[in-house]
């Protein structure tokens, strides 16, 4: 094989990273609050901008910040609605921007409960997860990953792990009766041929969480590779327009701590939160035969 000399521009994009957007919607005095950070990233011919310092076609990251801005004037709706809105802009408003990634982080905040009632505008972040979402848009198909990070979920007993190959480095006792803890990570994929206009992603997201939440809970859990098919199963048999779902869980393990020599049993109830290291179990649970769209999940390889 020849090696060429020629060095060519390969794929690139690139935007605005991490607007962090507030929308407070007070057309009465019970205010509505949406709290994003978006990154917009466009893709498309830029070769003059990076072969010969002509920026004819760079929309300026900049002038891609005030976009997000001046769209959340209009209301957010849900972070995929608002994402879409930023992909028809960009790739309808100029000829050359033929694509890109929109990615968004939601922050859900709750209404304060003073005297027993949520505060028309005093709010509390709902530290349980962060919302995500995807837009990546290549030519005439649209691709949308919905998801969820930092979901903490814990049960203390249903769980155990047994039966695993012992070797000489092998320490760890086989247990019945465990407690099964991790941050759900959790992404999942919608068919190309959704109607992504006439879909409620509110309520898709809430109730594929509640599913996550209950995968989690209902079987005895054998190990956590398991309990992870059985949250990815319960999704995709409630949401044919979901393709595929991928998680990354670490398994954050407690150990029964050892109170003999304070003369103390300890019959699987004190145990040591350990932070690190933890296990990290990461699969795809999907249809059979579907088309895996890896420019979905990383874009630009290596990137993301
Ligand atoms: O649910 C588990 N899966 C494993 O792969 C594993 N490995 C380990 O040491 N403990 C556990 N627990």
């Not at 019970?30 to 760079?58: K, Y």
């Not at 480095?169 to 999942?188: F, G, M, N």
């Not at 048999?237 to 103390?264: R, W």
């Not at 699987?268 to 035969?289: C, H, K, M, S, W």
């Amino acid at each position: 094989m020849t090696m060429s000399n020629n060095i060519v521009l390969g794929e690139n994009q690139y935007g605005k990273a991490e607007v962090r957007v507030v929308k407070v919607t007070r057309d009465t005095d019970r205010h509505h609050i949406e709290d994003l950070n978006v990154t917009s990233q466009l893709r498309g011919d830029f070769q003059a901008a990076h072969l010969e310092g002509d920026n004819g076609h760079v929309v300026a990251t900049d002038t891609q910040k005030n976009t997000v801005y001046a769209f959340a004037r209009e209301g957010v709706g849900s972070p995929e609605s608002f994402l879409l809105r930023l992909a028809d802009h960009f790739t309808g408003g100029f000829d050359w921007v033929t694509g890109g990634r929109w990615e968004a982080e939601a922050y859900s905040w709750d209404r304060i409960q003073a005297h027993g009632e949520g505060h028309d505008h005093s709010f509390v972040r709902n530290g349980q997860e962060v919302r995500t979402a995807v837009v990546v848009r290549d030519g005439a198909t649209t691709h949308l990953i919905s998801g969820l990070k930092d979901l903490t979920v814990l049960k203390t007993t249903q769980s155990g792990f047994v039966g695993y190959p012992r070797d000489k480095y092998t320490t760890l006792p086989e247990t019945t009766d465990r407690i099964l803890a991790t941050d759900v990570s959790a992404r999942w994929r919608y068919n190309t041929n959704l109607d992504f206009a006439g879909t409620d992603f509110n309520k898709s997201y809430e109730d594929i969480k509640a599913l996550l939440l209950e995968g989690f809970t209902e079987n005895y859990s054998h190990a956590l590779q398991q309990t992870l098919f059985d949250m990815g199963k319960k999704v995709l048999e409630a949401h044919s327009e979901v393709d595929e779902i991928k998680f990354s869980m670490p398994n954050k393990h407690h150990f029964l701590v050892d109170l003999s020599p304070f003369g103390l049993d300890n019959p699987n109830e004190v145990f040591f939160a350990a932070d690190r290291p933890y296990g990290l179990i990461e699969a795809t649970v999907q249809r059979e035969n579907i088309d895996a769209a890896p420019v979905a999940w990383s874009g630009i390889a290596g990137f993301c």
